[in-house]
C-alpha cells in the first residue's frame, strides 16, 4: 500500500512524479509568506502570481538558492504543499520519497532536505544525485560500460558528469542558470537602453528571442519598463543578438565547465563521449542553438534530450521502480 513519488526540487521549478501517472505537478519553486505572522499564504503558481505586486506585509520566498535549500522552514511547507497535492484525497499512508540533489551536495545540504521532506510527512527519504537522474531519465544507458556525458543546465546550477558503469566518474557544477540568464538580461536593458524591467520579462525575452549564438537574422520583441531617466514607462525593442550579448559571460562558463571535466576525464571515456556526444537537458537546454554553440566550441557533438525540462523529474520515477537496479546511487534515510 506504500506510494512512492519522484520530486525533482528545483531553484526555479519543483516537478513532481508519480508512477503510473508520470507528472502530476510542474509549479514554481516559490512561497509567499505573511511577514506579520510568519504564515504561509500561498505555494507555487498562486505564489509566483503575486511577485511584484504584493504590499509590505507579505513577502515571496525562494526557499532554494542553487540547488541548496536556504530556507528549511519554508522549503518544508512547500513539499508538504506538494506531496498532499500528488497524494490527493486518500492520504492515509505515509509515502516513500525521492529527492534529486545536486552532484556537489554537502552533508549539511543532504540533511536539510531528508529533515525537509521527512517533517513534510514522508515515510522514508531516498536522494538521487540530479546528473544521474537527468541520465536515466534522458534515456541513456548509465549501467553500461559506456561513457556517456550529460549537462544538465538548471534554474540555480549547471551541472555536467561524465556516468560509466552507473556511477558518476568526473562532474563539475557552476551557480550558472536560468535564473542567472534572466539577470544577466535584466542588467544589460538597463546599461544599453536605462530601462528597468522585470525578471518576469527577463524570462520572456529569453524565452521568446533568446539564443546562444549571434544569428544573421533577427528576431526583436517589444518590451515595456520604466524609464531611469524620467521614471515614466516607456517601450523599446530588443533583438535576439543583444540577449545572445547579454548571456555571453555566463555561456563562457558553461563552456569552460565542459572543457575542465573532458580534461579530466580518462582517453577511454573520452573516445565515448566524442561517439555519443553530450546530452543536454534541464530547462535551460530550451535556450535556442546552446547544442551548436557547445558543438562549436568544444569540437564534441552535442544533442538536446527530448522533453529536457522533465528528464529528472523522469529519471525520479524510473528509480522508484527500480530501486534495487539503481540502489549504489541512492542515499536513504527512513
Given at each position: 500500500m506504500t506510494r512512492k513519488i519522484g520530486i525533482d526540487l528545483g531553484t526555479t521549478n519543483t516537478v513532481v512524479f508519480t508512477p503510473k501517472k508520470g507528472i502530476v505537478i510542474n509549479e514554481p519553486s516559490v512561497v509567499a509568506v505573511s511577514v506579520l505572522d510568519n504564515k504561509i499564504l500561498a505555494v507555487g503558481n498562486a505564489a509566483k502570481d503575486m511577485i511584484g505586486r504584493t504590499p509590505d506585509s507579505i513577502t515571496i520566498v525562494r526557499p532554494l538558492i542553487d540547488g541548496a535549500v536556504a530556507d528549511y522552514r519554508v522549503t518544508g511547507a512547500m513539499l508538504r504543499y506538494?506531496?498532499?497535492?500528488?497524494?490527493?484525497?486518500?492520504?492515509?499512508?505515509?509515502?516513500?520519497?525521492?529527492?534529486?540533489?545536486?552532484?556537489?551536495?554537502t552533508s549539511a545540504e543532504k540533511r536539510a532536505v531528508i529533515e525537509s521532506t521527512l517533517a513534510a510527512g514522508a515515510k522514508a527519504v531516498y536522494l538521487v544525485k540530479e546528473p544521474v537522474l537527468a541520465a536515466i531519465g534522458a534515456q541513456i544507458p548509465i549501467n553500461s560500460p559506456i561513457g556517456n556525458m550529460i549537462l544538465n543546465i538548471g534554474g540555480g546550477t549547471t551541472e555536467l558528469a561524465v556516468i560509466s558503469l552507473g556511477g558518476i566518474v568526473s562532474a563539475k557544477s557552476v551557480r550558472v542558470g536560468g535564473n542567472k540568464f534572466d539577470l544577466a538580461i535584466v542588467e544589460y536593458i538597463k546599461k544599453k537602453h536605462g530601462l528597468a524591467v522585470g525578471e518576469r520579462t527577463a524570462e520572456l525575452i529569453k524565452i521568446n528571442i533568446g539564443s546562444a549564438l549571434r544569428g544573421t537574422h533577427e528576431d526583436s520583441l517589444n518590451i515595456k519598463g520604466r524609464d531611469l531617466t524620467s521614471g515614466l514607462p516607456k517601450t523599446v525593442q530588443i533583438t535576439s543578438n543583444e540577449v545572445t550579448e547579454a548571456l555571453g559571460e555566463h555561456l563562457r562558463e558553461i563552456v569552460q565547465i565542459i572543457k575542465g571535466v573532458l580534461e579530466m576525464t580518462p582517453p577511454e571515456l573520452c573516445s565515448d563521449i566524442m561517439d555519443r556526444g553530450i546530452v543536454i537537458s534541464g530547462g535551460g537546454a530550451l535556450l535556442r542553438d546552446i547544442a551548436d554553440l557547445i558543438t562549436k566550441v568544444t569540437g564534441v557533438p552535442a544533442r538536446v534530450a527530448t522533453d529536457p525540462l522533465f528528464c529528472v523529474a523522469r529519471g525520479t520515477g524510473k528509480v522508484l521502480e527500480n530501486l534495487e537496479t539503481y540502489k549504489r546511487n541512492v542515499i536513504t534515510k527512513r
Open positions: 506538494f506531496i498532499r497535492k500528488a497524494s490527493g484525497v486518500f492520504n492515509m499512508f505515509k509515502p516513500e520519497v525521492l529527492v534529486s540533489v545536486p552532484a556537489g551536495i
